[in-house]
Structures are given as structure tokens and as C-alpha cells.
């Protein structure tokens, strides 16, 4: 049974450090799509989300120290994050590369939704109330993430429509867009 309980308790630091790494990536792909474009909406939500990781990866880095550290070289299960953010790297426009950049980030959020509810079970059957507790915490907080990333995508592809195909512009297609644009 300590045998068991030993190897959960590894299982449980080893998703930490590996939501640990896979935030610094976030937080990383998070900072550059800030510095790009300019649509002030999206950068906002970008470095709100940005410093919303950091801040999580603080929590979780403190829960692993008390627990002892993980894998030194974590697996990464969740290597899928980064290529996400480089998918989507083809916008001619800053416009297209904004919708391009929402789509990755939102879909990074969706993933770690994902990750964190794995932890959340894995914490609860290692019998590790407080992991699973602040797993927990963090998949809201990026449910909420994801919930405010998908909210622009709609209304920046519409943009982006616009801005690709400014001689075939669709009176139907309303966007906040310029003076050309309809409004």
C-alpha cells in the first residue's frame, strides 16, 4: 500500500512540474502575442492572461515544494501547447495574425482546462486534498480564460474578413473596424 501511495504521490509532482513548464511556455507564447498588432482589446486580454498564469504558476511552484520536487526534465504531455501557439503562424496581416494568435491561445486554454481536471483526479485518488483543491482553482480560472478568449473571435474574423478582402466588402458583415468598414 506505501508503495502505491508513494508512486501517486510521485504521479501527482510529476503534473506539477509539468503544469509548471507548460505555463512558462504559455505565459512566453502569451507576452509575445501581446507585442503584436494593434488591437488593444486582444493585447489587454493577452497580458491580463499572461500575468493571470504567472501568478498561477507561483501557487503551483509553492505546492510542489512542499511535496518535494518532481521530474527534473518533466515529459511534457503537454508539449501539444507549443505547437499550438506556432500553428497558426501564416497571417499576412496583423489583423489575420490576431484572429490567428485568439484561436491559438483559446485553444491552449481548452487544453489546460483539460490538464488541470487530470490533475484534479489524479491529486483526489492519491489522497492529496489540497493539490486537487488548487487544480481545481486554476481549471475555473481557465475555463474563465478560455470563455473571454472565444468572446473576440467572432467579431476578429470579421475583421479580418474585411481587411483580406477590402474590394468584395459584405454590407452584411458588421465589425468595429475603420472609417471604410461598415460599422
Do not use: W
Not at 76 to 99: D, K, N, V, W, Y
Request: charged share 30%; with cysteine; net charge negative.
Amino acid at each position: 500500500m506505501a508503495v502505491l501511495a508513494e508512486a501517486g504521490a510521485d504521479l501527482v509532482r510529476n503534473l506539477l512540474s509539468e503544469a509548471i513548464a507548460a505555463g512558462k511556455d504559455f505565459e512566453a507564447a502569451l507576452r509575445k502575442f501581446t507585442g503584436e498588432g494593434d488591437d488593444e482589446d486582444v493585447q489587454a486580454a493577452f497580458a491580463s492572461q499572461a500575468e493571470q498564469i504567472r501568478l498561477q504558476r507561483e501557487r503551483l511552484t509553492d505546492r510542489l515544494q512542499k511535496l518535494g520536487e518532481g521530474r527534473a526534465e518533466p515529459e511534457r504531455i503537454t508539449r501539444s501547447f507549443e505547437t499550438s501557439a506556432q500553428m497558426l503562424e501564416s497571417g499576412h496581416i496583423p489583423e489575420e495574425r490576431t484572429l490567428e494568435h485568439l484561436v491559438s491561445a483559446f485553444g491552449m486554454e481548452a487544453g489546460e482546462c483539460a490538464f488541470y481536471e487530470a490533475l484534479a483526479a489524479t491529486a483526489a485518488v492519491a489522497a492529496d486534498a489540497q493539490t486537487e483543491a488548487l487544480a481545481r482553482q486554476i481549471e475555473r480560472e481557465k475555463q474563465l480564460a478560455a470563455k473571454k478568449l472565444f468572446s473576440f473571435i467572432r467579431s476578429r474574423s470579421k475583421i479580418a474578413f474585411n481587411m483580406l478582402t477590402p474590394n468584395e466588402l459584405d454590407p452584411a458583415v458588421e465589425t468595429k473596424a475603420f472609417d471604410n468598414r461598415v460599422v
